[in-house]
Nanobody, 126 residues
Framework: QVQLVESGGGLVQAGGSLRLSCAAS????????TGWFRQAPGKEREFVAA????????YTAESVKGRFTISRDNAKNTVYLQMNSLKPEDTAVYYC???????????????????WGQGTQVTVSS
């Protein structure tokens, strides 16, 4: 099993930046595909970005493409989500998710993941 803890959320003005971190513990994180999702009040959980276990493959949702970047540092057991040019519609709770997988897979569906963090709130003011 792996435990995930997100951090880095907060309140920021529109146009600002935040970097979210997802720290993993429990098992060798380098064998896990990882993703970021978000959920705004009254809305369904939405895919944001995903990275393969090696970090060599990434995929970003169209709604954040060009503004958000996912990356990972397996030596630190951490996955990052760099968020630039933030908009009020980016306001949500952001969740990190992971799944142990052998291939260089990118997983974009929430039900593909086995482990989830508790979430971190991101609020973007206009």
């Amino acid at each position: 099993q792996v435990q995930l803890v997100e951090s880095g959320g907060g309140l920021v003005q529109a146009g600002g930046s935040l970097r979210l971190s997802c720290a993993a513990s429990g098992r060798t994180f380098s064998s896990y595909a990882t993703g970021w999702f978000r959920q705004a009040p009254g809305k369904e959980r939405e895919f944001v970005a995903a990275v393969s276990w090696s970090g060599g493959f990434t995929y970003t949702a169209e709604s954040v493409k060009g503004r958000f970047t996912i990356s990972r540092d397996n030596a630190k057991n951490t996955v990052y989500l760099q968020m630039n040019s933030l908009k009020p519609e980016d306001t949500a709770v952001y969740y990190c998710a992971a799944k142990e997988i052998a291939a260089h897979s990118i997983l974009t569906q929430a039900n593909e993941y086995d482990y989830w963090g508790q979430g971190t709130q991101v609020t973007v003011s206009s």
